[in-house]
């Protein structure tokens, strides 16, 4: 696949603490490219300077997106789609380049291609936590001009796409996390986006839940033909999903190529866990029985959140 965005010695300067270092990367179009760090590395800067919906006072280098553009009408489409009719006005799709360091925050073209990059973070569901799921996907519908039934089917499309369609009556604060991530990747979706940015995406969630919302989001690169870069400390996320990897160390790319090798190096570096010796254990400080806790849903009728439970903390 051809060469999506190309990163040119790029430095970000943050109060004199060099944030990045000349990082140099290439993200195909279609390729999913992780990236491994300790905290303070520099893995959430790098997204946040691919995002380009901010401005750094003290950047240097080149972050260059290459697409296909409609010179009459300003649509942008993947680089893949040269030479092809514009799918708004039907002149053709020329190759052109958009640097973020040269642009400016408030040029318009920067805007149009941030329009089409798509974001799920670590802790942030940005839902509307009253309203039901599939009014979370037809707010956003609402936003690029969908109205009536015609937001009404294609929300129900991008759930169906997320495996969420047996959830879309449900109110948004009443997901769990998974599946609250899910409806975030909905949402997005509705973007028609060329690069999804997954900063520590599942961080928080158990392993058999981030599995869900991992799934939904190959599957969402896949359909979409777009770019995801991907953020993790887990290593184990990174060997699954990512065809390429780099390791951040300090604002430097010191590692990049295959996932599992960048992985290796990864923890390599990892500081080692020590193992204590068994603790004595005293006599129950807290004692919990039959611990019950339930409450009424107008979707879901009486949801039992804790039922039954006992236990001790010595």
């Not at 969420?164 to 909905?186: F, Y």
């Amino acid at each position: 696949m051809p060469v999506f965005i190309e990163i040119k010695n790029l430095t970000v300067d943050l109060n004199g603490l060099k944030a990045l270092k000349n990082v140099n990367l290439s993200i195909n179009e279609g390729e999913i490219v992780g990236v491994l760090g300790k905290s303070g590395s520099g893995k959430t800067i790098l997204m946040h300077v691919l995002r380009g919906t901010e401005s750094f006072e003290n950047i240097s280098g080149e972050v260059i997106y290459h697409l296909a553009r409609c010179e009459k009408c300003g649509f942008i489409d993947r680089p893949s789609k040269i030479g092809q009719k514009c799918p708004v006005c039907g002149e053709a799709l020329e190759a052109f380049e958009a640097d973020f360091v040269k642009l400016s925050l408030y040029d318009p073209i920067r805007k149009d291609i941030a329009k089409r990059i798509a974001i799920m973070l670590q802790r942030t569901f940005a839902l509307y936590g009253d309203e039901r799921v599939i009014v979370n996907v037809i707010n956003s519908l609402n936003e690029i001009g969908y109205k009536g039934q015609d937001s009404m089917r294609k929300a129900v499309e991008l759930l169906d796409e997320v495996n969420l369609n047996h959830r879309m009556m449900h109110v948004a604060r009443e997901l769990s996390g998974g599946e609250k991530q899910r409806v975030v990747l909905a949402r997005q979706l509705v973007r028609n986006p060329l690069l999804l940015l997954a900063d520590e995406p599942t961080g928080t969630l158990d392993p058999m839940t981030a599995k869900l919302v991992h799934s939904a989001m190959i599957k969402a690169v896949r359909n979409y033909n777009m770019s995801m870069f991907l953020t993790s400390h887990w290593p184990e996320v990174i060997e699954q999903l990512a065809d390429k990897a780099i390791l951040l160390e300090n604002g430097e790319v010191v590692v990049e190529g295959n996932p599992l090798e960048v992985s290796a190096t990864f923890m390599k570096n990892a500081c080692m866990v020590r193992q204590e010796k068994s603790a004595i254990i005293g006599e129950p400080i807290i004692r919990v029985r039959d611990l019950s806790k339930r409450y009424i849903s107008v979707d879901r009728g009486v949801v039992r959140a804790v039922d039954k439970i006992s236990f001790d903390v010595n």
